[in-house]
Structure formats: C-alpha cells, structure tokens
C-alpha cells in the first residue's frame, strides 16, 4: 500500500523560508512523476515542482528560483526547499507519486502539510 507523509509545515514570515518533507513508502510499480502540488484556499491544486521519469525537474513559473525540489532514493523521502516566501505561497502542499500500475496511470496523494506566509 502506498504511503505518502508529509511534513514541514507551518507559520513563517513574508522573505523567510521552510522544508518541507515527504516519506514515501509501498512504492512497488513503476513511478512516472514524484513531486509536489499545492492548493491555495478557494483555488484548485496547481503543481509546485516535480521529477519527471528521465530524472528532469519540471517547475511553476511563479516557483522557479525559489523553491527546489530533492529526493533521497535510498531513504525514500522527497522534500521541498522554499526559499523567499510570500503570501501567495500560502497553501496545503501535497506529495504526489504518479505510478504505472497494470496498466493504467495512478496518483496517489499524501494529507498535506499547509504553509502559512504571514507576518
């Protein structure tokens, strides 16, 4: 059974900055994408940052320079470093897996861990 928990979130100030964290476990099929979406309050989720299957990153626009995005294969954790927050950024974050299971395409989510940019 996948696993995704999030961790990480909280409070911080406009400028400041925050990690946030993902275990990932029950990973057996072949994964497409791993990364990181948000979903602000009243908006719909938006991706942040992934891995795409050849090992690239792919970012938002309005993230780029900013936020970075890690994975540790041998821990199986993911993590997002953000950088220069701003109010905007304000959401539930989630970590995303993308599998190829019999056949089909999956996405599996964790619970979210939400940012607050607030001063």
């Known amino acids: 059974q996948v696993q995704l928990v999030e961790s990480g979130g909280g409070l911080v100030q406009p400028g400041g900055f925050r990690r946030l964290s993902c275990a990932m476990s029950?990973?057996?099929?072949?994964?497409?994408?791993m990364g990181w979406y948000r979903q602000a309050p009243g908006k719909e989720r938006e991706l942040v940052a992934r891995?795409?299957?050849?090992?690239?990153?792919d970012y938002a626009e309005s993230v780029k320079d900013r936020f970075t995005i890690h994975r540790d294969n041998a821990k199986n954790t993911m993590s997002l470093q953000l950088n220069m927050l701003a109010p905007e950024d304000t959401a539930v974050y989630y970590c995303?897996?993308?599998?190829?299971?019999?056949?089909?395409?999956?996405?599996?989510w964790g619970q979210g861990t939400q940012v607050i940019v607030s001063s």
């Open positions: 995303n897996v993308n599998l190829s299971v019999m056949g089909s395409l999956r996405d599996y």
């Open positions: 029950g990973i057996t099929f072949r994964v497409n994408t």
């Open positions: 891995f795409i299957s050849s090992g690239d990153t």
